[in-house]
T-cell receptor, first 111, second 119 residues
Framework: AQSVTQLGSHVSVSEGALVLLRCNYS??????LFWYVQYPNQGLQLLLK??????LVKGINGFEAEFKKSETSFHLTKPSAHMSDAAEYFC?????????FGAGTRLFVKA | GAVVSQHPSWVICKSGTSVKIECRSL??????MFWYRQFPKQSLMLMAT?????????EQGVEKDKFLINHASLTLSTLTVTSAHPEDSSFYIC???????????????FGEGSRLTVL
């Protein structure tokens, strides 16, 4: 069985500040982990994915995430927030056929 | 990357009518597609798994007769909301997982979503 917990339904940062969105997972098998971004009234777009290769994964738009097995975490970071990063972010885990999504974290970016 | 197209993006219908939403994989074959429902400010709720050439697998609590799914080809799955009522108003999103090597890591490719409003 798998599950995903995203800590914080809302995160607010200033433009140029560090972005940190937290995700913890549980999985009975080696997981594949994903971060997706959703803009209003749109589908989800893949930001990055972990598939058992390098533990530090780089994605699009300057985002990256680090897989930490000991902490069962896959937190998403970006060194400098941009206004265009304001969106909903979903962490997801897949260890088999289905993909399980976290509840989502809405990122607000203040000017 | 792989492209999934969903149509229509927006639909408004009267209560009691049926609405069909299409999900197409444009540049790859999708043996499996997934249909989600998303309520405002919430995560995606998996409704059903659509398998090409066979019956869809519905999640617990999802009415099969209400949400008809057809996956007649490797590039098209349809969701029909039958006898729609205002409580069926929601954002419906499809995703596809192909049978090519690039998707064997579990990555999903999402459609743009369809906003259904039932009056």
């Amino acid at each position: 069985a798998q599950s995903v917990t995203q800590l914080g339904s809302h995160v607010s940062v200033s433009e140029g500040a560090l972005v940190l969105l937290r995700c913890n997972y549980s999985s009975s098998v080696p997981p594949y982990l994903f971060w997706y971004v959703q803009y209003p009234n749109q589908g989800l777009q893949l930001l990055l994915k972990y598939t058992s290769a390098a533990t530090l994964v780089k994605g699009i738009n300057g985002f990256e995430a680090e897989f930490k097995k000991s902490e069962t975490s896959f937190h998403l970071t970006k060194p400098s927030a941009h206004m265009s990063d304001a969106a909903e972010y979903f962490c997801a885990v897949s260890g088999g056929f289905k993909t399980i999504f976290g509840a989502g974290t809405r990122l607000f970016v203040k000017a | 990357g792989a492209v999934v197209s969903q149509h229509p993006s927006w639909v408004i219908c009267k209560s009691g009518t049926s609405v069909k939403i299409e999900c197409r994989s444009l540049d790859f074959q999708a043996t499996t597609m997934f249909w989600y429902r998303q309520f405002p400010k919430q995560s995606l709720m998996l409704m059903a798994t659509s398998n090409e050439g066979s019956k869809a697998t519905y999640e617990q609590g999802v009415e099969k007769d209400k949400f008809l799914i057809n996956h007649a080809s490797l590039t098209l799955s349809t969701l029909t909301v039958t006898s729609a009522h205002p409580e069926d108003s929601s954002f419906y999103i499809c995703s596809a997982r192909g049978d090519s090597g690039r998707t064997n890591t579990g990555e999903l490719f999402f459609g743009e979503g369809s906003r259904l409003t039932v009056l």
